[in-house]
């Protein structure tokens, strides 16, 4: 195992320039999803709120509209006002939500027309959203405001009990970051009009939601990869949080020029903070966590489109884009049936549960290392990849949660985060980018945080990582799921080579940062 580690940087070259494309996500993880952005999905994160004086809340944050440009304008990024955005919970185990936060969103243009101008005579509406600088909700230089509701559903999400989220008035998201001129004020300080404080529906402490853009903190060197990955993926320097001993001759060193979307992109988010006693209903304190979009079955586009009805909608409505862990429909669902993972509900599960017990990344990193290894080293390695099939160690991380640490109260093999909410949070200071492989049970796969690197964590643990001891309390643990035997390359610090850390983000509600300016151009972000 250990002898990967001595290749040397011209054998590393060679491997990395022929493994394929698979190793992070794009956040367009399927063919019928990249048609329909406005519903794509991204990232979902659930965990113990660690903002100080907020450890008794959960938040849970679902992330849309992948690559949003800073200076995407005139329209920047509305919701779509026919889509429905869902953040499911499970609290009993049987893989279908107990709760269900339903957010609605409709874009109104001030007096039908939006903010108008007076040219010779004639009144005529501009062609921006705004005609001077904006400080506030409904703020009077805004000619067109963009609303949501926010509904509790409790039970099956169409038929089960519907009761409304209420705050001081309307909810509002606020426009996007279009600039110093446009939001003089500073975004911090104009977006955090937006937070507000919500009563939940048979919840006696209140919570708090904010809907409105964020910037992107996906760490990901996707470029490259999709390059043929155009890097040894594997740590090359002796940076002490992404290696694990001697680094790799040639390999890539962690750095903030590796990121594709950290600092370049923007993204929208949903985000609500829930008290931990209004989730956790029956079951034993472990919840699953999913999120939905769905659009009604039926579009017809109008040869005479408006701004109210630009198409014509109608039927039941249908799932469109589900994300639970990170990485599944990037990583572990082949190509044919990504489309159809989109539309399942995790009840369905078990119709791609091959992926998980059989993976194909790992025999694919096996199928192009493999030779060159043997060939490098003198050795006669029969499989790089974990061989323990069924890969129980995935079906742990993926599907059932880890019997020691977030498995709820009914297992049912499905996909979603798990969190265990007795875990206590830990401190931005003091986490971990790898979560509980890092010695820190707060973190993924024990929900998900922001700062958490799963890239980096998912591609170790598909190779076997927790076929080995994991630091739990500091003490070395087995979580008897596999063996060591089973995983030869398990130790082996594999790596994207774009780091992530919670220091970078903010430590209060909705954690993620301001998003990236349309203007002025350069900013610098972490």
């Not at 919970?89 to 039908?112: H, P, R, S």
């Not at 040869?303 to 198409?311: I, L, Q, R, V």
């Not at 061989?387 to 498995?407: M, S």
């Not at 109260?409 to 798990?418: F, I, P, Q």
Request: hydrophobic share 35%; aromatic share 8%.
């Amino acid at each position: 195992m250990l002898k990967l580690l001595k290749l040397s940087a011209a054998t590393g070259l060679v491997l990395a320039c022929q493994i394929q494309p698979a190793l992070a996500s794009s956040h367009r993880e399927a063919p019928g999803i990249t048609e329909m952005p406005k519903v794509d999905n991204t990232d979902v994160y659930a965990f113990r709120s660690y903002e100080p004086g907020r450890e008794a809340f959960v938040t849970l944050i679902a992330n849309f509209q992948p690559g949003e440009g800073p200076g995407d304008g005139p329209n920047y990024y509305t919701m779509d006002p026919d889509a429905i955005y869902e953040i499911h919970i499970d609290n009993t185990g049987d893989a279908v939500e107990d709760l269900t936060y339903q957010f609605k969103f409709t874009n109104t243009l001030k007096a039908d027309t939006g903010k108008t101008v007076v040219v010779g005579g004639k009144t005529l509406p501009i062609a921006l959203r705004s005609i001077g600088p904006v400080a506030s909700p409904a703020d009077g230089n805004l000619g067109e405001d963009e609303t949501y509701t926010i509904t509790q559903v409790t039970g099956n999400r169409r038929t089960g009990t519907r009761a409304a989220v209420t705050g001081s008035g309307t909810f509002y998201k606020p426009l996007d970051n279009a600039g110093n001129k446009t939001i003089p004020g500073g975004y911090d300080a104009y977006a955090n009009k937006f937070i507000n404080t919500i009563n939940i529906p048979g919840c006696a402490t209140p919570g708090r939601a904010f809907v409105g853009q964020r910037a992107e903190y996906f760490a990901v060197n996707l470029g490259p990869i999709f390059d043929l990955v155009n890097f040894v993926p594997i740590e090359g320097d002796n940076d002490p949080v992404y290696g694990n001993g001697s680094p790799f001759p040639g390999g890539i060193t962690q750095s903030q020029n590796n990121q594709e979307l950290i600092g370049k992109k923007n993204v929208t988010s949903i985000a609500i903070e829930v008290p931990i006693a209004c989730l956790t209903g029956t079951g034993n304190g472990n919840i699953g966590v999913w999120s939905t979009a769905s659009l009604p079955q039926a579009k017809l586009n109008k040869p005479n489109p408006t701004y109210k009805a630009p198409a014509l909608y109608g039927g039941a409505y249908v799932q469109v884009s589900r994300l639970g862990m990170p990485l599944v429909n990037e990583l572990v669902i082949g190509l044919p049936q990504k489309d159809l993972f989109n539309a399942a509900k995790p009840t369905q599960d078990g119709a791609l549960a091959d992926y998980v017990t059989n993976p194909t990344f790992p025999a694919l990193l096996d199928a192009l290392f493999r030779g060159p290894v043997n060939a490098t080293l003198g050795t006669s390695f029969t499989n790089l990849a974990p061989t323990n099939f069924p890969r129980t160690d995935l079906v742990a991380t993926f599907l059932t949660g880890i019997a020691t640490l977030n498995q709820l109260k009914t297992v049912t093999a499905s996909e979603m985060l798990r969190l265990n909410t007795v875990v206590t949070p830990t401190p931005q200071a003091s986490q971990s980018t790898f979560g509980v492989v890092g010695n820190d049970l707060a973190g993924f796969p024990n929900g998900r945080r922001p700062g958490d690197d799963v890239v980096d964590i998912v591609l170790r643990v598909a190779m076997g990582r927790l076929c080995y001891p994991v630091p739990i309390a500091g003490k070395p643990t087995d979580l008897g799921l596999c063996k060591p035997a089973d995983a030869p390359t398990g130790m082996v610090a594999f790596t994207d080579g774009a780091p992530s850390s919670a220091s970078n983000i903010q430590n209060v509600f909705p954690y993620l940062n301001a998003p990236l300016r349309g203007a002025p151009r350069p900013q610098t972000q972490p």
